[in-house]
């Protein structure tokens, strides 16, 4: 997990971040649709072990991948995450803490996605974000495409996303969250698929070699 003060960021678990903008150019009414609507943009960006940010890209096949030369890449993912009121947290959170609804990838106009996860009936399964098609204005989500959002605390803009499923659905003992899967080196960097262009792989909150996303 990420524990974050204005001070210091400890990544202690797996999570992806966005580095976030205010969304000053949306109304009240919109925000307060029930259409989806956008309420947090900016990078799609995770930390290595020593607190260095980096953002996430897309690579040829529309995947979310890890470039070592990121910075120097023009498919660096600039998202959206639009809250989207109709939908129930797939999670089940009591408290209601966190926002429900999906990551929309202007450039591409297509949703992070897990497109494996309906077809998929085996518990060790392997997950991985894709790019999928989808309207930047719908009111509908397809089930596979739904994230959670947390807000910063603190007021350090450290805005966290974890791609979201039923408890217990894809893997046993699993909350329903899901981050990135880290390298199992001493630098955390994401762990990347072989021959796949830097494609990245999810991984359940909470498990070792974990790490989340953030919008910043």
Same mark, same amino acid.
């Given at each position: ?131 999928? /098609? ?7 989500? %397809?089930? #596979? ?5 947390? $807000? =910063? +605390? ?35 960097? /994401? ?7 830097? %494609?990245? #792989? ?5 498990? $070792? =070699? +974990? ?6």
């Amino acid at each position: 997990m990420l524990f974050a003060t204005a001070s210091t960021v400890l990544l202690l678990g797996s999570a992806i971040h966005i580095s976030a903008l205010p969304v000053e150019e949306f109304s009240l009414e919109e925000r307060s649709s029930s259409n989806c609507h956008t309420i947090v943009q900016g990078h799609l960006v995770g930390f290595d072990s020593k607190n260095n940010q980096f953002s996430f890209v897309s690579n040829s096949a529309n995947e979310v991948a890890y470039d070592p030369n990121w910075k120097k890449s023009k498919d660096q993912l600039y998202v959206n995450f639009q809250e989207c009121p109709k939908y129930k947290d797939p999670i089940g959170d009591e408290d209601g803490t966190g926002s429900v609804g999906r990551m929309y990838v202007p450039a591409l106009k297509g949703c992070v996605s897990n497109p494996a996860y309906l077809r998929s009936t085996s518990a060790n399964a392997n997950y991985y974000p894709i790019i999928t /098609p989808c309207d930047a204005t719908t009111s509908s989500v %397809a089930e #596979e495409s739904l994230w959670k959002y947390y $807000p =910063s +605390e603190d007021d350090n803009d450290l805005n966290f996303v974890y791609w979201a499923a039923q408890p217990n659905r894809l893997q046993e003992d699993c909350g329903g969250l899901y981050g990135y899967k880290v390298d199992g080196k001493s630098d955390e960097l /994401p762990f990347t698929r072989s021959g796949h262009n830097g %494609a990245i #792989e999810f991984k359940c909150d909470n498990t $070792p =070699s +974990e790490n989340r996303f953030f919008v910043q």
